[in-house]
């Protein structure tokens, strides 16, 4: 069975993905946290992204997929934002992946595929993003420049998705009538949910996808390409 590493994982994209995986594969998980008891097989490692450097010692001698996860919605307007919060939303969004990055590589297989998350708000410019847009933005510069430098033996790509209904999202999404509201505004008159994202990344780690390399995929529920309001 292939190795597969997800950066974050006790919640959220990385949870549903790791149940997509794991009985085909074995998933390894770095998180500050674990509390999941019905998946017996996964292999938790602590791990926080802002803090620590990840023991690679704990993992297999060879990885065929790294998923980072982690991220931030700071949506706040730009003359309430300070630099401190740019820098944050840069260290967990781009700079922490990149350490791991570092930390991993050595041990990706010929044919190995990296999957990491950007945002909507990168390619259709919205109010209030600016922080989270700024970080993401480096990070899909980073996947296609690593793409290309890694390319034909390692893939890289980015999933580029709209509002999604996880944890991280939950003062956004905290009542029928935001969820509603959020809804509307997307073509398909829904927000996303974690299985949409995670069923992509399973996707761009699965031999399926092996002539998919440097893209940024949107899984946006039409919203960065379609005006139907």
Known sequence: MKN????????????????????????????????????PNIKHIPFDALTDALDTSILPEQLNGLVYC???INLKPFKMLSVDTFKEDMQLNFFSLVNV????????????????????????????HTSVAAAKGAIEGFTKSL???????????AIAPSLVDTPLAARLLNNDKKKEMMAQRHPLKRVGEATDMAKI????????????????????????TLNVN
Do not use: C
């Open 101 to 128: 990055v570092k930390d991993v590589l050595p041990k990706l297989a010929d044919g190995s595929s990296i999957v990491f998350f950007s945002t909507v708000a990168v390619q259709t410019g919205m109010p209030f």
């Open 147 to 157: 793409a290309a430098e890694y390319a034909p033996r390692i893939r890289v790509n």
């Open 70 to 72: 982690p991220g931030s």
């Open 201 to 224: 990344a399973q996707f761009l780690l699965s031999p399926d996808s092996s002539w998919i390399t440097g893209q940024i995929i949107g899984v946006d529920g039409g919203l960065s």
């Open 4 to 39: 597969i590493l997800l950066i974050g994982g006790s919640h959220g994209i990385g949870l549903t993905l790791a149940r997509l995986l794991h009985e085909n594969h074995n998933v390894y998980i770095a998180s500050r946290t674990w509390e999941v008891t019905d998946l």
